[in-house]
């Protein structure tokens, strides 16, 4: 067995690209997780941050970490292969990590989490914050869900009854934090992904709105329902009408992600979802002054 000693660590950088795409789907494969992780964009984000160092056996990257550290909180990702797993890497990662944070708050980013991961973080005195299901729509057999009464739907449009709708549906979850309509508004304007012809606003008889679903490229980005119009099946009519337009688009599968204990999980694994892994956040609190 090669040892941990026997490595070449040294810094990586965006000439590197390709070797940290294979780890991260390496990783995937066997963790599961979001799959958008092996793309560029959050590549870029999550592993080329400020500072770098990899762990290289024969040519051939086997473990990275990335920390931001001139942010507040600090940022930082790190990936082990599988192969490699359970040989201390993990740990001298995390060391590291915990360097070039200093005395702030370091702030985990995992997007391939699995359990055997949170015993290692606990133990340095990080909190787990935040853990969402990845959930996989495989796209083969449509859910059959009728109309609600009196509810219709219809395009979006990008105006302040779409933000109006978004806010009040989710203004009364735990930590939810307004951003302006601007702020919202220009983020799905300025995303090339954004389906306008497969979002949806649904109305009540009245023609008031009662609930929205965003999708982008073939991800349910946000679904959402007003408190008077919850239980009535308004956010399942959603989901099914945007999953038949990307199936008739040519979509072979759609996927979504759901916080741990957001009750809707339930209804999106009744509409067909499966569990395709978990993403989690953790935090440790330095000893600087606020």
Known sequence: MVTVDALVWREFGEEHLAELTGLAEACLAVDGGLPLFTTAPL???????TRTLGAWHDGR????VSVGSDRQPATGTGLVHPAWRGRGLGGRLLSWAEEQAGDADLLLTTETWTPEADPLFTARGFERTFTEWVLRHALTTMPEVAPPDGVRTEPVTLDAELF????????????????SAEDWLGELRDDDGYRPDLSMIAR???GSAVGFVNVIDNWIDQVGVVPGWRGRRVGAYLMGGALRGLAAGGAREAWLCVN??????GLYRRLGFRDAGRRARYLHRGTSPD
């Open 43 to 49: 590549l870029r984000a999550r592993l080329l941050q």
């Open 164 to 179: 109006e709708t978004y806010r009040a549906s989710f203004a009364d979850r735990p930590g939810f934090v307004e951003p």
């Open 61 to 64: 990257l086997v473990a990275a």
């Open 260 to 265: 741990d204990d957001n009750p809707a999980a």
């Open 204 to 206: 009540g008889a009245d």
